[in-house]
Nanobody
Framework: QVQLVETGGGTVQPGESLKLSCDFS????????MAWFRQTPRKEREFVAC??????YYEESVKGRFTISRDNAKNTVWLQMNSLKPEDTARYYC??????????????????WGEGTQVTVSS
């Protein structure tokens, strides 16, 4: 049973940085494409970034500010978030699906989810 645990959320001021971590267990990590999504109370869960065997992919509003990375030896995926803005405030979720050729940005494409970690950007 794949399990995902996110850590690293918190409250920061605009312009600051945070690094989220997602620890994977219950399967062979390298066999999975990984993604980060985020959700606020008023919006549906939205794609942020994903990483598969071919590369990384980002939602347009986070390009150049966020970086997704992974270490298959540590069974961990990270989301480095720089130049944070108030509109980045959300609960961030880690997600996993079997490795793919075409990157998946849809919530329904992912089979496994963590509980999420809250990120608040406020002055």
């Amino acid at each position: 049973q794949v399990q995902l645990v996110e850590t690293g959320g918190g409250t920061v001021q605009p312009g600051e940085s945070l690094k989220l971590s997602c620890d994977f267990s219950g399967g062979t990590f390298s066999y999975y494409a990984m993604a980060w999504f985020r959700q606020t109370p008023r919006k549906e869960r939205e794609f942020v970034a994903c990483i598969n065997w071919r590369g990384t992919y980002y939602e347009e509003s986070v390009k150049g500010r966020f970086t997704i990375s992974r270490d298959n030896a540590k069974n961990t995926v990270w989301l480095q978030m720089n130049s944070l803005k108030p509109e980045d405030t959300a609960r961030y979720y880690c997600a996993a699906k079997p490795q793919e050729v075409v990157p998946s940005t849809g919530e329904m494409d992912y089979d496994h989810w963590g509980e999420g970690t809250q990120v608040t950007v406020s002055s």
